[in-house]
């Protein structure tokens, strides 16, 4: 059995063990607020690109031309994983890696390669034996948007050279505050976009200036930066509200911790009182035997 004095040592570990998480979630909490502002600002901007891209294919004659659209056979795919840099934010960085791995089972037969972005994502996969075409990591949790443009101008070179065919995402879609979906989406090749209908089924007539071509020559690098731009900023907006109730439930869990050990040391101290007691009074019926 542990010594009153332990037990004391033990009580303001877990207090000041207490203190920590609780300033964490704290901290976490915080940027959990601006992280969610900017996934609010970029939703409705990705929502306008896209039905941008949907009036365009309605007032479009022929087929749509640009590479970001083309559909080739698929020799060589591209799986961009993102994850956090830092750690202590429950579940958030396994599932994405178990996703992963999903993934990269169920397409081994062909030649893949991976992007990795938060240096949870390369500790986990430079032990492995995989394709690492790319890390980026020291986000410190904040969003770079330039360095956001500069992944997506690197994805999309590729694709349109021919170097890969296909590119996917794996990241965490932001719901709220305490829930997120591990998500995977085709970045590249875009999907053709629906041509919108009226209320009475009716095609919209639009017409462009100048022509379509030259349109999607311009939205298009803006859509893949968007994207990209969306993936990470709900990334970190999930990974913020992961942590922040991870270190919320070990505050609790030190509290409970605080209060059976406040409790068992109440326990033992009364015993010991006991004990004393016990051998004063022996000592005096001794004497008086």
């Not at 600002?41 to 022929?62: I, R």
């Not at 591990?182 to 976009?193: D, F, N, Q």
Request: net charge positive.
């Amino acid at each position: 059995m542990a010594t009153l004095r332990e037990v004391k040592k033990r009580i303001r570990s877990v207090k000041s063990t207490k203190r920590i998480t609780k300033a964490m979630e704290m901290v976490a909490a915080a940027k959990l607020r601006r992280a969610q502002q900017r996934v609010e600002q970029a939703k409705p901007y990705a929502q306008k690109l896209d039905e941008m891209l949907s009036h365009l294919a309605a007032g479009s004659t022929g087929e749509i031309s640009h590479p970001y659209f083309e559909e080739r056979p698929i020799k060589k795919r591209t799986l961009v994983v993102i994850a956090s840099d830092r750690g202590l934010c429950g579940s958030f960085n396994s599932l994405v890696m178990r996703k992963a791995d999903a993934w990269l089972a169920e397409h081994r037969d062909t030649d893949n390669e991976l992007v990795l972005i938060g240096k949870r994502t390369n500790d986990y996969y430079r032990r492995r034996d995989k394709n690492i075409l790319a890390f980026y990591g020291d986000w410190g949790g904040v969003m770079d948007y330039g360095r956001a443009r500069e992944i997506a101008a690197m994805l999309t070179g590729r694709f349109v050279s021919g170097d890969t065919d296909e590119i996917t995402f794996i990241y965490t879609r932001f719901i709220n505050m305490v829930k997120y979906r591990i998500t995977m989406e085709k970045y590249l090749p875009v999907a053709r976009p629906e041509v919108s209908e009226d209320e009475h089924g009716a095609v919209s007539d639009y017409i462009f200036e100048p022509d379509s071509r030259h349109i999607y020559s311009a939205l298009m690098p803006s859509y893949a930066n968007t994207k990209m731009i969306t993936a990470l900023v709900e990334s970190l907006a999930s990974e913020h509200g992961s942590r922040m109730m991870a270190m919320g439930n070990a505050t609790n869990n030190a509290g409970e911790m605080v209060e059976n050990l406040t409790l068992d040391y109440n326990k033992a101290r009364q015993a010991q009182i006991t004990k004393e007691l016990l051998e004063v009074v022996s000592g005096a019926d001794a004497l008086k035997g």
